[in-house]
């Protein structure tokens, strides 16, 4: 049997590295999804997931083969305000998840830096927040989800019944089944704001110790890490924490708590956001993004200690205040690369990667410093430590000088007992992600399939 033509579209990852020509389905109930796993089978295919589509790499990529496309799937099962508690199916975005629930007082526990991704690409990755240190992924707030296995089977899987295959599952990118409906406890808020305070670090050993501690003692820290300077200034930062407000903070939470009051402006100065991304290619160059990083440092140290409040849209999804900001990189494309350090090994590691990234021509335009904690999912990027987050501009006809590159960068990491987050990968080897995740917890991941 083939698939018919007509399902045959490019797919292509978020940061526009990769792509190819698959056989798209896109299910709206159950039932189609075994239509659609029924056909793959008849035609001898494999099967990829796909959510919301924002994976920066190939996460979702199946060339010549299917992809299951679950973003129809999208009603809210149940809801309970007074608990917290939430079903919903994987096509449900965090958008509409934190639309639905703001204004009965509640918030998604865990979130990327957008607002986009579906939930079931958000337990697929296993995704991670700003507040990993306190909080841990999205898969420790998941109480049940159901799960359709390759043979039509469907089960309720939940962590204290079903153990390994919780564990496995969330984080597994679609490998044993697909998510069908997901149970998970959001996080009461008193009010649609956050405290938020501004601090300055002057070099990597500054930075980490200041991340350290921040994300120990607010409920959110992150760290924004200038990758141009060398020497005495390398790792340069500006951060910020921030907490949750408590009952009676906030003087008004009846309008912060208001969706339209999280609305995200549409405009700067009159321009539409939509046109900015056009408007930046200039910039998105070495010479422009040394002189931006280096503003935004000085303005980071005038405001250092400032104290104000933000709300809890625009401080969690900054990347969603320009829409398809990754267009300013054409005609490049972006690739994000992040790397999880052991906290003892994490400034040497980051030193060196930033240090050979910019000797071998492709200077980091944008560095992300976060504060993780182990979790225990079988196949974890989180490690007792911290994360780099890079953004490289790369022209395909430089795309082997750059896998040299993170080649090298991903040793490197691997030397030091780090590892890496699927959902942003799109130059992991084989062999690299094995020794990242060890040996044997592959194959139990390949015992449980």
């Known amino acids: 049997m083939t698939l018919p033509a007509e399902r045959i579209e490019r797919i292509e990852a978020w940061g526009m590295t990769v ?31 796909k959510g919301g589509g924002n994976s920066y790499g190939d996460a979702f990529l199946n060339r010549e083969q299917v992809v299951l496309d679950l973003s129809r799937m999208r009603r809210i099962l149940s809801w309970n305000p007074n608990t917290g ?16 629930a703001i204004e009965d007082g509640w918030w998604p526990p865990v979130v990327s830096g957008t607002a986009h991704i579906t939930l079931g690409g958000a337990l697929a990755a296993n995704i991670h927040g700003k507040n990993n240190r306190k909080a841990g992924p999205i898969g420790e707030h998941v109480k049940e989800f159901s799960l359709l296995t390759a043979n039509g089977e469907e089960r309720t899987i939940a962590p204290l019944e079903d153990h390994d295959l919780f564990y496995a599952v969330i ?12 149970t998970l406890q959001l996080k009461r808020v008193h009010s649609g704001l956050l405290d938020v305070e501004t601090h300055v670090a002057r070099n990597w050993a500054e930075a980490l110790d200041k991340a350290e501690r921040l994300a120990e003692q607010w409920d959110y820290a992150v760290g924004w890490v200038d990758g141009f300077p060398s020497g005495a200034n390398a ?13 009676g903070e906030d003087p008004h939470p009846e309008e912060t708590l208001r969706a339209e009051a999280q609305q995200i402006p549409d405009s700067i100065f009159g321009i539409p956001k939509r046109a ?6 200039p910039l998105t160059r070495p010479l422009g993004l040394r002189f ?50 052991p906290i003892n090994a994490a400034q040497q590691v980051f030193t060196e990667a930033t240090r050979v990234a910019k000797e071998q021509g ?18 974890s990027h989180a490690v007792d430590g ?20 993170a080649d090298e960068m991903t040793e490197l990491t691997l030397s030091a007992g780090g590892r890496f987050y699927l959902a942003k990968d799109s130059v992991l080897r084989r062999g690299q992600f094995r020794q990242a995740v060890g040996e044997e917890a592959l194959e139990r991941f390949l015992a449980l399939k």
């Open 292 to 341: 931006i990083n280096a503003m935004k440092f000085r303005a980071g140290t005038r405001e250092a200690g400032h104290r104000f409040r933000q709300s809890l849209v625009a401080f969690n999804f900054l990347l969603d205040s320009i829409p398809n900001w990754k267009r300013a990189y054409r005609p490049a494309a972006l690739l994000q690369y992040q790397i999880f350090a």
């Open 276 to 281: 900015l991304p056009r408007l930046m290619r």
């Open 386 to 405: 911290f994360s780099l987050a890079m953004d490289f501009r790369v022209h395909m006809r430089r795309w082997e000088a750059f896998r040299r590159l």
């Open 171 to 182: 984080g597994g990118f679609g490998a044993l089944g697909v998510i069908t409906s997901v």
């Open 19 to 49: 792509g190819g020509a698959c056989y798209v389905f896109r299910p709206s109930t159950i039932e189609g999804v075994l239509e659609a796993m029924e056909a793959a089978r008849k035609a001898g295919c494999t099967v990829a997931l």
């Open 235 to 247: 790792g340069r930062s500006v951060l910020h924490s921030a907490r949750y407000l408590d009952a």
């Open 85 to 100: 508690v939430i079903q919903c199916e994987p096509g449900v975005t965090i958008e509409e998840l934190w639309r639905y």
């Open 362 to 379: 492709f200077p980091p335009f944008l560095c992300v410093l976060k504060r993780h904690r182990p979790d225990p999912f079988l196949l």
